[in-house]
């Protein structure tokens, strides 16, 4: 510790601000208040990282796994982000204000996967050269979707539930 550091502001280990930097840490040891600034920036910079490339893999992927492990975890560094905007003078959209506006647009990015994953889904039925066999693809389809329905709205599970009505038997020729 140099001289001018008994001059330098102190934070807290115990703070709710440096939990959100540092994970769980005891209360009680002083942390120089700069060093806090700068791993702040530098979580961040990490979590912006993060965040982007989950909203490109949420807004272009097809498979339900990978849509649905990425939004919770692109909900996840935006609650963080949320959380710390008090310590960190963020520009507006704040990121609470972002993450306001991810949660209200769930049922239409939910609804934008299931038609690109349907897309999909009637590319692969062309190549197909059996009844029973695009069946089976639509079958395992809808099976993938109702696995991950605990993750939708009423809305979303009805759109992919009307999309494999239009694929029964009776309607499927």
Aim: net charge positive.
């Amino acid at each position: 510790m140099g001289l001018f550091d008994l001059f330098d502001k102190k934070v807290d280990s115990g703070s709710e601000w440096a939990q959100l930097i540092y994970g769980e840490t005891k209360p009680g040891k002083m942390l120089s208040q700069k060093m806090v600034e700068a791993d702040t920036k530098q979580a961040i910079s990490f979590r912006l990282r993060a965040i982007q490339d989950c909203v490109k893999l949420v807004n272009e992927t097809t498979t339900p796994g990978v849509f649905f492990s990425r939004y919770d975890t692109m909900i996840e560094h935006m609650e963080w982000m949320a959380r710390i905007e008090k310590y960190y003078p963020f520009k507006h959209p704040f990121p609470s204000e972002n993450l306001e506006r991810v949660k209200r647009q769930k049922v239409a990015t939910i609804n934008d996967f299931i038609d690109r994953s349907h897309q999909k889904l009637m590319l692969s039925l062309l190549k197909l050269k059996t009844e029973k066999g695009r069946r089976n693809k639509v079958a395992d389809w809808y099976n993938l979707m109702t696995f991950y329905s605990d993750k939708m709205e009423d809305e979303n599970v009805m759109r992919y539930s009307e999309i494999y009505s239009r694929y029964q038997p009776e309607t499927y020729q």
